[in-house]
């Protein structure tokens, strides 16, 4: 064993290591492989980016884009539909040809594509018969994974070999060389999950005679207990104001769905509008949220006008003005972006613009050179420095009746006082959320009865408030009146049914992230979602639990595999279906197709099979011509190809590429062939095979089938040089074992396109994929050899 084969089972091992615990993305990964390969001179540097000019990825590339014709024409959704309406009222029927449909369609398009496409046709089958999605949506993923068997384009492993084949020098595999063996896995798994993988499909029913879909949403999102009703109270301080100043999301983690006024129900109500006494409000989220705004106590305001401003500057010892400069790097930021308490040292209570004063009310306002900033600061030594700083063009001390008079500061600062027995007591600041949710910045906390050791000026995130602590607050005296308002708000009997809160023109949706999303790890505040659509997200669906609360929903960073329950418009529920990060499940409110486009996509797609499978054209160059004439016949605008594109999928490939020939040109597959899977062929043929096999499809369940595929094809070809055995064969085992990813939801992202939306947890993958895993190992030892002899 040299060093060059010492060096590639490291990297391998890392590798493996980094894709089964996804510390760093699987392009990255790809990445650190292909660098890490040609800085220890185990490739030459100017052979290590050579795999991403393979045809094989050229040819995965191009088979996305012609996917994505065939979905932007509906020529997929259109014939699902009319398979699926054949299968009539019985459930084995409906799975059996559900599951055959997306064979076939994943035979000639991206398998993910294909599932995407089938998933809401397949829901409102579901819905239809009165059966839980869980019980078709696992026979739907695993019918693409076998249908991605069936032909060379049907998924990437099969492309990849292909290609590594050819580079051998023993020709390439034909667009239906993988057919016998892929159509008979396809119709074993039919055949099994119709007679016998059913019955292990999870079934949660609920409670309740509700509707079928009452009981689907009340029972996978748990909606049942997340609803409830409140009663605005007669004299309110939230009688007239709007829902944005209501504050219900940002103070409790609520969502308000409808109002219940005079015995009328206005769902879905806009941002602007305004509510009134005695409304019944019907809510979303966490029933104690108002409780524990209760348990707070009565803050208790004393007003002091400019008393408290005279006691908070003694404590301060500064209180001083300082105008933003010309060439200032802050010019365009918000006050609040800019972060100045921690940044500066300093904290701003009010901001002049010419004439005219903004206080607290300004935290979202852009700077501009000559505004001017009041500040006030612990120290004046520190004060004193931002004299000195580019940012700023003048500092001046003030006093506070300057202060008064020009800045209005007494009807902006106030003091609360902590009542005893409070809930407040033993919080951090961070943990009370005054700041966040009413837009009250607590500038000193008074402990001890006045001026002393106690007190906490500017105190930080993390300090502990203590009941009886007094509070100089700055803010709108407004919020102040909404807090106790939100206090105040009454216990009320008048829950809807999920049925009566949908209309004609309001409804729930459900959404989950489309196989090419862009969004993956990124919030919902982070891209706008509510602003962008003006719907309410009521809950995720994540690896069979609910995730609730407006609260942990903002800071929830978004999964593949993830189902959104959003609620609103149905008109801007079909907005959404236009944005190509999502995919809307709701078969009525799904995204338009073009339809008239539909026989050219066809007519296209159909030329490329011939073409390819008539050996007229490479099947890298048919696919590359059928993309581009995808976009010259309008079949896909210009701007809808890159998007389609799983670019971390082809660098993905690139750098394990550069793996692959690592481990041929460092004999590191040889070795593995001869002591390894060699020692396995000692016991005979059908042993090899099953060992072959295993080791791929055990690797499959966690790690990128294209990549397991560009790993085990050089030992396979090693194998078959050392024992003078067929290569094709052996490549063909590659190809069926790399797409075996049945026993966990993470091998394969058409398993996690359908883990949310079905509700499933990874047990559920395990135990109605491991019977069918042992049935291809069998199919593979016993049946394989026979199509190619060994």
């Known amino acids: ?47 290590a980016i050579e795999g991403f000019a393979n045809p094989a990825v050229v040819t995965i590339a191009a088979v996305l884009v012609l996917s994505g014709g065939l979905y932007r024409t509906g020529v997929a959704n259109l014939v699902g539909a009319q398979v699926m309406r054949l299968a009539g009222d019985s459930p084995v029927r409906v799975t059996g040809l559900m599951m055959l449909t997306a064979g076939l369609m994943s035979g000639l398009m991206n398998n993910i594509a294909a599932t995407a496409l089938l998933l809401p046709v397949v829901l409102d089958i579901a819905r239809r ?23 060379l384009i049907g998924t990437g492993p099969n492309i990849l070999l292909s290609t590594v084949l050819e580079r051998s020098g023993q020709g390439s595999f034909g667009l239906f060389s993988f057919t016998p063996v892929g159509a008979a896995a396809l119709v074993l798994g039919v055949l099994y999950m119709i007679l016998a993988g059913r019955h292990l499909l999870p079934d949660r029913p609920t409670d309740g005679d509700e509707a079928a879909g009452d009981v689907d949403l009340r029972g996978r999102y748990d909606l049942g207990e997340t609803l409830f009703c409140l009663r605005i109270p007669r004299g309110s301080a939230l009688d007239g104001r709007s829902l944005v100043q209501a504050r219900l999301g940002r103070a409790l983690g609520i969502d308000l769905l409808a109002v219940r006024r005079n015995g009328q129900l206005l769902r879905a109500p806009e941002p602007e509008f305004l509510l009134a006494s005695r409304d019944i409000l019907i809510l979303e989220g966490c029933p104690d949220a108002v409780d524990g705004l209760r348990a707070w106590g009565h803050l208790a305001n004393h007003e002091e006008s400019e008393d408290t401003l005279w006691r908070l500057v003694e404590d301060a010892t500064a209180l001083a003005k300082i105008e933003i400069a010309p060439n200032s790097s802050l010019i365009g930021s918000t006050v609040r972006s800019l972060d100045f308490r921690n940044r500066f040292q300093a904290h701003i209570v009010a901001l002049r ?27 004046e030594d520190r004060l004193q420095q931002l004299r000195y700083a580019d940012e700023f063009s003048s500092l001046g001390w003030t006093d506070i009746g300057t202060a008064t008079r020009e800045y209005d500061l007494h009807r902006w600062l106030m003091r609360l006082q902590i009542p005893e027995g409070s809930a407040l007591h033993g919080q951090t600041l961070a943990e009370s959320r005054l700041s966040h949710a009413f837009d009250l910045t607590v500038l000193e906390i008074q402990r001890e009865g006045g001026s002393g050791n106690g007190n906490i000026f500017l105190p930080q995130a993390s300090d502990v408030l203590r009941s009886g602590d007094g509070l100089i607050v700055e803010g709108n005296p407004e919020s102040y009146a909404v807090l106790g308002a939100l206090q105040a708000l009454e216990a009320a009997d008048a829950r809807p049914s999920l049925r009566e809160l949908e209309s004609e023109r309001v409804g729930f949706g459900e959404v989950t992230l489309a196989p090419s999303s862009n969004i993956v790890g990124k919030t919902l505040g982070e891209i706008f979602f509510r602003e962008s659509y003006g719907l309410t997200l009521l809950a995720i669906w994540r690896g069979g639990r609910t995730i609730h609360s407006n609260i942990r929903l903002g800071g929830t960073r978004l ?97 394990m590429l550069a793996l692959g020939l690592a481990m041929e040109e460092s004999g590191t597959a040889e070795l593995i062939a001869r002591e390894v899977v060699g020692r396995a062929a000692e016991a005979g043929p059908r042993v090899l095979i099953a060992t072959l096999f295993l080791l791929c499809a055990l690797a499959a369940q966690f790690v990128p089938t294209s990549a397991v595929a560009v790993l085990v094809a050089p030992i396979a070809l090693s194998t078959a040089s050392e024992l003078e055995l067929s290569a094709r064969a052996l490549l063909m085992v590659v190809a069926v074992g790399s797409s075996c990813a049945f026993l966990s939801p993470f091998g394969h992202p058409v398993n996690l396109l359908v883990m949310g939306v079905g ?32």
């Open 1 to 47: 064993m040299n060093a060059d084969v010492i060096i590639v089972l490291a990297i391998i091992a890392v590798a493996v290591v980094l894709f089964v615990t996804e510390w760093v993305r699987y392009d990255g990964v790809a990445l650190i492989v292909l660098l890490a390969l040609a800085i220890s001179g185990v490739i030459p540097m100017s052979r």
């Open 129 to 151: 018969l009165g059966m839980r999605p869980s019980r078709l949506l696992i026979p739907l993923s695993f019918a693409a994974l076998l249908g991605g068997m069936t032909t």
């Open 353 to 379: 613009r010419g004439d005219e004063i903004r206080s607290a009310s300004f935290q979202e306002t852009r700077l501009e050179a000559g505004d001017t900033l009041l500040l006030l600061l612990g120290r």
């Open 559 to 655: 999964q593949f595999g993830d189902a959104l329950l959003v609620y609103g418009q149905r008109k801007k529920i079909q907005l959404l279906a236009r944005d190509p990060r999502f995919l809307v499940l709701t078969a009525e409110l799904r995204e338009v197709f073009r339809v008239g486009r539909a026989p050219l996509a066809s007519a296209i797609m159909v030329g490329v099979i011939l073409a390819a499978s008539l050996n007229l054209l490479p099947v890298y160059i048919a696919a590359l011509l059928g993309a581009l004439l995808m976009v010259f016949s309008g079949c896909l605008k210009g701007n809808e190809v890159y998007p389609l594109i799983e670019w971390r999928v082809v660098v993905l490939l690139g750098g």
């Open 759 to 790: 509700g499933y947890k990874v047990t559920d993958y395990t135990r109605v994929g491991a019977p069918l895993f042992l049935l291809l190992l069998l199919l593979v030892v016993f049946y394989l050899p026979v199509v190619w002899p060994i």
